[in-house]
């Protein structure tokens, strides 16, 4: 412990060390190799380097690796009566070489054996002392990603590093390899013993599991790289853009020129390899951006995504600020912006446009300006629409004359009580009361009616429109002004309310529409109901024939006649009786109308679909059907009945051995002709729904011997089977004869194509809460893009004996399999073959009892 402790506490004053990281994406990738090909390197070049622990699990290629380094010798720890080698803190301090290599970083400390329960916290002391580290590390060990790779893989993962310890290191160099690669050298023994293979490959090393783990590993050290680089411009003060690859940032204003200016963007950042696209809408804070079509915005937010690019949504006052900060944040290289769509005339009274201004501001971001054929044309604002109701448009202006007339005879009933500026001000809130009633043209009514009161009855000389003092005109216009300001401002806060509370009102009808839409079958009623309660309307129908009204607008018809009258599609109709909606409906309601008539398109293809889909199946195996028939079925047929003939013929005398072979040969066949009506017989209940289960808690030991005795294969033809690990796995929940049937299928299936000098092997595991059964051959195997068509029935992919049978051993191996609950899925087996892979749930009860 002295030693540890002079090295912890000797470190203050000395250079911390320098650590590098081998990373992988799962055992066996070459960390420890690549680890031990850079410590001959630094030796190489003078460096004192010392092996401080490396696991080389008996692999004789890292064995051979760490001759000629320099290892200090394990020390040696007692727990629960088992002996454990661990790194040698203390030896390690004595001997204090510049650089030490320690493998497996995330290792947990034997209990008792050091001063950390973690090999990384060993790692940080060295560190503190001066020693250079090299190590390595799988991802599945990073603290970020545990609960991940166990949703990948299944397995738990106890030994962990923080993510900000790895961070924080040196170097890290990614040792990757792909997955193929990486199994086939399971496969050879080159990364466990060989007991341990079968059961890797099934379990941990699948190969789906291997890219989703390389995946991980590439894109955590991409973070890891952006990371780095963006510290380094932090800490040096780098603001402009370094060019390290292809980013292109496209602003869209929800315009028709989206579309024009994504694929523009698209095709620039495609010209480099690894060039990214990135959209991005700028919504102002105060909401305030008119024109912007939010159904344009999804759609090319859509569009966006489909090219392989990414969606953003700011929100700043200016648009030119906002838009140039998230450029510069972003690393951008280039801007594409489409040009104006101010008019001339417009840009000249306004000044310069966003284009102008990001340009201004981009720095170093190239800047596109794209034109598109909305250029100039002006921009496509909203309808001027009557936002306030016929009443109050006439009530308002009759309040601006009427309200100041009743405030003038009021303050003059108690004339001397106020000052002038406080009748002012009681003015002005008429004013505002006035704007809030009817609007900004009604308040400059009551504005100028005010001022013209306030002049005559108020202002000196009393009684006259007109005025001595120069302070009073001065008031008198200052008061106009800012009741006329303050009743626009009162009329533009209302109809921005009104504005958000109708956007509010459309999302949540198409947030509605959207949850109608995903019902499921009853689609179209649920869409009918919902704009029946929307539209407030008596009844909402769906006509394939319109009725006889009027053309109107926007893809909608007059109400006369029937009611109103909606396209909704190729060939239907929405009619809609009741109330009249006004036009600023009509927009959500052309949507409802698309929605629907997408809805009964949708349905009128599958219904065609589900009618064709039993024909052509039927057709299928009815074709299928007679060929085996009038082959297959024959052969057994034609060989029983032989063998009966020869035994009836009058004219031959046949000893006792010929009869019993003779009877034996009948026998064969009449018992492959029963198997081959019994697959055929259990195919069609599986079909017609008619298969009746018993499912009970069943072992492997219980259902696989009898399945192998009911193969009859000629022994000296046949290859060997190979069973390992069934009592290792929990009892299944299955139906045991059906269980049967398919183990004796899929290890028949498999030893007609494996060579006779190479066993056919049957394995199984428990994972996730399921048993996986796998019978894997060295035979021809079957291409990847055969595989789902040797599960159909009378496919005889790869046979070498096409007079085998019907070819339903697979098909009816599937439908059993499917029927208790269970998958059957065909894989490669590493180094030539096939593997059937056939997984059941594990039985509940059989498992509780286990634990």
């Not at 202002?459 to 200052?478: H, K, N, Q, R, W």
């Amino acid at each position: 412990m002295d030693g540890e402790g002079r090295e912890a506490t000797a470190g203050p004053a000395r250079r911390p060390g320098r650590l590098k990281v081998f990373l992988g994406a799962a055992p066996g990738v070459g960390k420890t190799c690549r680890m031990l090909d850079e410590a001959h390197r630094r030796t190489a070049r003078g460096a004192d380097v010392v092996a401080g622990f490396v696991e080389c699990h008996r692999r004789r290629h890292t064995e051979a690796k760490l001759r000629g380094l320099e290892a200090l010798p394990p020390a040696e720890h007692v727990h629960r009566g088992r002996t454990y080698a661990e790194l040698d803190r203390r030896a390690l301090s004595a001997r204090r070489p510049q650089v030490v290599l320690i493998d497996e970083l995330a290792h947990t400390n034997v209990p008792g054996g050091g001063r950390h329960p973690k090999r990384w916290q060993d790692v940080e002391d060295i560190l503190a002392s001066g020693i250079d580290v090299v190590t390595t590390l799988d991802i599945q060990h990073l603290e970020s990603l545990r609960d991940v790779v166990e949703k990948i893989t299944g397995v738990p993962q106890r030994e962990t590093v923080p993510d900000e310890f790895v961070r924080r290191a040196d170097e890290i160099e990614l040792v990757d390899i792909p997955p193929e690669g990486l199994r086939r050298r399971m496969a050879h023994g080159n990364i466990y013993p060989a007991e341990r293979i079968d059961a890797s490959l099934a379990n941990y090393f699948r190969p789906g599991n291997l890219i989703a783990l390389r995946e991980l590993a590439l894109l955590w050290l991409v973070g890891r790289v952006d990371e780095a680089l963006h510290k380094y411009r932090v800490e040096h003060g780098i603001g402009e853009v370094w060019e390290t690859r292809e980013r292109v940032v496209v602003a869209l204003t929800g315009g028709p020129e989206g579309e024009t200016l994504i694929r523009r963007a698209a095709r620039i950042a495609g010209r480099s390899a690894g060039g990214e696209l990135l959209a991005v809408h700028v919504a102002r804070s105060d909401g305030l951006a008119a024109g912007v079509s939010h159904a344009a915005l999804a759609a090319q937010r859509a569009l966006v995504e489909d090219l392989g690019g990414s969606y953003h949504s700011v929100v700043g006052d200016g648009v030119p600020t906002a838009l140039s900060e998230f450029a510069l944040a972003e690393n951008a290289t280039q801007l594409v912006l489409g040009t104006s769509r101010r008019r001339r005339l417009e840009r000249f009274l306004t000044g310069r446009g966003i284009g102008e201004t990001v340009v201004a501001l981009s720095g170093d971001i190239d800047v596109h300006m794209v034109t598109h054929e909305r250029a100039g044309h002006g921009r496509l604002l909203p309808s001027r629409r009557r936002t306030l109701p016929t009443s109050r448009l006439v009530a308002g202006p009759v309040a601006g004359v009427v309200l100041p007339v009743l405030l003038t005879l009021a303050l003059d009933r108690i004339r001397g009580t106020f000052n002038l500026t406080s009748e002012a001000l009681l003015f002005l809130v008429t004013v505002v009361g006035v704007a809030c009633i009817g609007g900004v043209a009604s308040a400059l009514v009551a504005a100028l009616t005010a001022a013209l009161l306030l002049n005559y009855w108020f202002m000196p000389p009393i009684g006259e429109f007109t005025m001595s003092d120069p302070d009073s005109v001065l008031a008198l216009v200052v008061f106009a002004v800012v009741a006329a300001t303050v009743a626009a401002a009162a009329d533009r806060s209302l109809r921005l309310s009104r504005r958000a509370a109708r956007a509010t009102a459309e999302a949540e009808t198409m947030s509605a529409l959207a949850g109608s839409i995903v019902r499921g079958d009853q689609a179209v009623p649920a869409l009918l109901e919902r704009a029946r309660e929307t539209f407030g309307m008596d009844t909402v129908d769906l006509t394939s024939e319109p009725p006889d009204t009027g053309p109107g607008t926007d893809g909608t018809r007059t109400e006369a006649g029937p009611g109103l009258v909606v396209r909704a599609g190729s060939g239907s109709f929405l009619v809609l009786r009741g109330r009249t909606p006004p036009s600023s409906e009509r927009r959500v309601l052309t949507a409802f109308a698309a929605h629907v008539g997408a809805a009964v398109e949708r349905a009128r293809l599958a219904e065609a679909a589900a009618e064709v889909e039993p024909i052509k199946a039927a057709d299928r195996l009815r074709t299928a059907l007679l060929r085996a028939v009038s082959h297959d079925l024959r052969t057994p047929l034609a060989g029983a009945l032989a063998a009966v003939s020869s035994l009836r013929a009058p004219d031959v005398e046949f000893s006792e051995g010929d009869r019993a072979e003779l009877l034996e040969s009948a026998e064969t066949s009449l018992n492959r002709l029963n198997r081959l009506v019994e697959n055929l017989l259990d195919l069609s209940r599986l079909q017609a729904g008619a298969l009746t289960l018993a499912l009970r808690a069943t072992t492997l030991e219980e259902v696989l011997p009898a399945a192998l005795e009911s193969l009859e294969l000629p022994p000296a033809a046949a290859p060997a089977v190979d069973v390992q690990n069934l009592e290792t796995v929990p009892a299944l929940r299955a139906d045991p004869p059906l269980l049967e049937r398919v183990l004796a299928n899929l290890v028949g299936n498999a030893v007609r194509h494996a060579p006779a000098d190479r066993p056919v092997l049957v394995t199984a595991s428990s994972l996730a809460g399921r048993v996986e059964i796998r019978i894997a051959d060295r035979g021809p195997g079957i291409a990847p893009d055969d595989r789902e068509r040797a599960f159909e029935p009378f496919q005889r992919l790869g046979d070498r004996d096409n007079t085998a049978g019907l070819g339903l051993g697979l098909a009816l191996a599937r439908g059993l399999t499917e029927a208790m609950d269970g998958t059957l899925t065909a894989e490669d087996t590493p180094g030539g073959g096939l593997t059937m892979v056939l997984s059941l749930p594990v039985d509940a009860d059989a498992a509780a009892g286990r634990l």
